[in-house]
């Protein structure tokens, strides 16, 4: 079994993403903007059928910072990127959406 990174665990995308994973047994870890939607990340993983959501780590990191990343990618054999800004609105340059999620 692998360890492995899914970025955005709060999202759509990503909590989809992370019930799979934790039901093939694998070790999983997911970044949040804040800490705070831990509880919300569980409270979906529950709501999905998880058996022990308790076992996902939690790393805090926002992709228009460096902070956090590094800590949350050490020792994870792959990395799912689900995570992105999106905006309300349609952005004037496609950049405004690329380069955060790149980064
Ligand atoms: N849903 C679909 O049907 C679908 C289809 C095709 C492609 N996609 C693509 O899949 C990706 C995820 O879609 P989704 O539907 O899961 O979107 P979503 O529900 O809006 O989730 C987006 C995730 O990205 C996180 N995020 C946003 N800005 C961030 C930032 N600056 N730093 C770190 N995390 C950030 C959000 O965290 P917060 O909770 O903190 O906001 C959330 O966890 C997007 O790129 C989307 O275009 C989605």
Not at 4 to 11: C, D, E, F, M
Not at 24 to 47: C, F, I, K, S
Request: glycine content about 8%; charged content about 20%.
């Amino acid at each position: 079994m692998s360890t492995v990174l899914v970025t955005g665990g709060s999202g759509f995308v990503g909590i989809h993403v992370i019930l799979q994973l934790l039901a093939a047994g694998h070790t999983v870890r997911t970044t949040v903007r804040r800490p705070e939607r831990q509880a919300d990340v569980l409270a979906m993983l529950r709501e999905g059928g998880a058996a022990s959501p308790e076992s996902l780590a939690f790393f805090t990191a926002d992709l228009t910072r460096d902070d956090g990343w590094q800590k949350a990618v050490t020792g994870c054999d792959y990395v799912l990127h689900v995570a992105s800004p999106l905006s309300t609105s349609v952005p004037k340059d496609e950049n405004e959406m690329i380069i955060p999620a790149r980064d």
